[in-house]
């Protein structure tokens, strides 16, 4: 079965930088789409960044762009997101995705359990 696993959350200062990492364990290529979501309590888990893993294309939330940078290492099977010049809007729980099309939440199959984003001031 797909896996991703999520790692490199935690604490960091407004305008700092972070890196989170997406192993996609078992990967397989029909999967083709690999995203990032964030979700706060009490708000519906939105679309980060996206990253056709086959392709390399990428998608990035208005919210984001510029500040954040989807990637990924197609032989490591991992997905990268660059996080810079953090706000302390960007706090929330990351999730990675595998599986789907673009931001379409409905279409991604395969879900991490998340790894925490705290941007403190």
């Known amino acids: 079965v797909v896996q991703p696993l999520e790692s490199g959350g935690g604490t960091v200062q407004v305008g700092g930088s972070m890196r989170l990492s997406c192993v996609v364990i078992g990967y397989i290529s029909s999967v083709n789409c690999v995203a990032w979501f964030r979700q706060t309590p009490g708000k519906d888990r939105e679309a980060v960044a996206t990253i056709n893993t086959q392709e390399g294309t990428t998608y990035s939330a208005d919210s984001v762009k510029g500040r954040f940078t989807i990637s990924r290492d197609k032989a490591k099977t991992t997905v990268y997101l660059q996080m810079d010049s953090l706000k302390p809007e960007d706090t929330a729980m990351y999730y990675c995705?595998?599986?789907?099309?673009?931001?379409?939440?409905?279409?991604?199959?395969?879900w991490g359990q998340g790894t925490q984003v705290t941007v403190s001031s």
């Open positions: 995705a595998a599986g789907g099309r673009t931001f379409e939440i409905g279409s991604y199959t395969y």
